[in-house]
Nanobody, 127 residues
């Protein structure tokens, strides 16, 4: 069992930055690829960014490339999402997720197949 707790969300203005954190507890964190997803009201849960268990490989949604950065610190059992140049369309509930994998470089870009999810943190960007 893995417990995931997100933090760092809030209300900001367009152009501001936020850093989300997701702290994991339970099983060995380094055995899990991690992802950040977001869900706006009335919309599906979509990938924001994903990172391999080693941290050496990442993937991003086109809408956030160049603005967001995913990273992880396996010693602290934490994955981060640095969000810069925020836009009103980034407003959503942001979730982190963990997927057990034996492949050190794999990232997983769809919500299906992730083993564990956090409770989500709200990010609201005003114009």
């Amino acid at each position: 069992q893995v417990q995931l707790v997100e933090s760092g969300g809030g209300l900001v203005q367009a152009g501001d930055s936020l850093r989300l954190s997701c702290a994991a507890s339970g099983r060995t964190f380094s055995g899990y690829a991690m992802g950040w997803f977001r869900q706006a009201p009335g919309k599906e849960r979509d990938l924001v960014a994903a990172i391999s268990r080693s941290g050496g490989s990442t993937s991003y949604a086109d809408s956030v490339k160049g603005r967001f950065t995913i990273s992880r610190d396996n010693a602290k059992n934490t994955v981060y999402l640095q969000m810069n140049s925020l836009k009103p369309e980034d407003t959503a509930v942001y979730y982190c997720a963990a997927k057990y994998t034996v492949y050190s470089s794999s990232r997983y870009i769809t919500p299906v197949g992730y083993d564990y999810w956090g409770q989500g943190t709200q990010v609201t960007v005003s114009s």
